[in-house]
């Protein structure tokens, strides 16, 4: 059997069979409520709830310092910073004054020093001018003033370019890379010290196994007398040192000398000396024939 309605059947209201009372449970109470006080809701503001004048205060500008606040007053009136308007100046920095000195008295105590500062200028502007001698100028009272708050100005503008600049954890992060230790490969640091020290170890090795040869020379000591005999005749003396050959090797050298005190022995040549520490000539002892 097909319970779905046709168009030619009326239709009729489910809810029309349900008593008057369903009807305004259904309805929403207040669909706005003003807070919640432990999880209820409250459509309407309590007629005993208490409010301290104190309890919500909003300061629109923070200043930090009494320098600071003077230099806001004069920007804000386009006054001439080196041609201050002392009175009103004045008065509405001892306004600003006021409302901080009846907030906290330990705030306000910096700001009263500015205060009488201001209040003494003013007095002393108030004051007949003293004639100042030929070619100097009179001396502003406000110019000690006038100093302090455009080197104010200018620290307080450098402060707010360095607070532009990127700040690492405010502007950007440092990138962190994590990588295992057992992965890492740690070469060591070689400073050029460490590499002269071992090619000087690596020469010292290299001369321990060097191979040493020695070859025995046949050399006559009778050969060696025939050349010194030689190299007399014809001249009378000979220096000692002239009858050695120096680039013929030790073992030639000493074959010559023992072939000269051969020949000595035999007499047939002779060496003489003048004096002590003289030089040494050899010459033959006999004449040729």
Do not use: C
């Not at 307080?156 to 230790?181: C, M, N, T």
Request: charged fraction near 25%; charge should be negative.
């Amino acid at each position: 059997m097909n319970d779905t309605p046709t168009l030619d059947e009326p239709l009729t209201d489910p809810l029309a069979d349900r008593p008057t009372g369903a009807l305004e449970l259904l309805e929403p109470v207040d669909p706005v409520a003003f807070a919640r006080l432990y999880g209820e809701p409250l459509f309407a503001l309590p007629t005993d709830l208490y409010i301290p004048p104190d309890a919500l205060e909003i300061f629109l500008d923070a200043f930090e310092g009494p320098l600071d606040l003077l230099l806001y007053l004069i920007r804000r009136q386009n006054f001439n910073i080196l041609d201050i308007p002392m009175a009103e100046l004045t008065r509405q920095y001892l306004g600003y004054v006021e409302q901080v000195r009846a907030r906290s008295l330990e705030l306000a105590s910096e700001y009263l020093l500015m205060a009488a500062m201001l209040i003494e200028i003013k007095s002393r502007m108030l004051l007949p001018q003293r004639q100042a001698a030929a070619g100097e100028e009179v001396e502003d009272p406000r110019a000690e003033l006038v100093r302090r708050l455009l080197e104010y100005e200018q620290i307080k503008i450098a402060s707010r370019q360095l607070a532009q600049a990127p700040q690492l954890g405010r502007d950007f992060l440092a990138a962190q890379v994590h990588v295992e230790q057992a992965q890492q490969l740690r070469l060591p640091d070689v400073a050029a010290s460490e590499l002269q020290q071992a090619w000087r170890d690596i020469l010292r090795r290299a001369k321990l196994v060097q191979h040493h040869r020695i070859s025995r020379e046949a050399l006559s000591v009778r050969e060696h007398m025939s050349l010194v005999l030689r190299r007399l005749q014809g001249r009378r003396f000979v220096e000692f040192a002239e009858l050695f050959e120096l680039d013929q090797g030790v073992p030639v050298l000493v074959v010559t000398f023992i072939a000269m005190l051969e020949l000595a022995k035999e007499t047939l040549i002779e060496i003489t000396q003048a004096e002590a520490f003289a030089p040494i000539y050899v010459r033959l002892a006999y004449t040729p024939a």
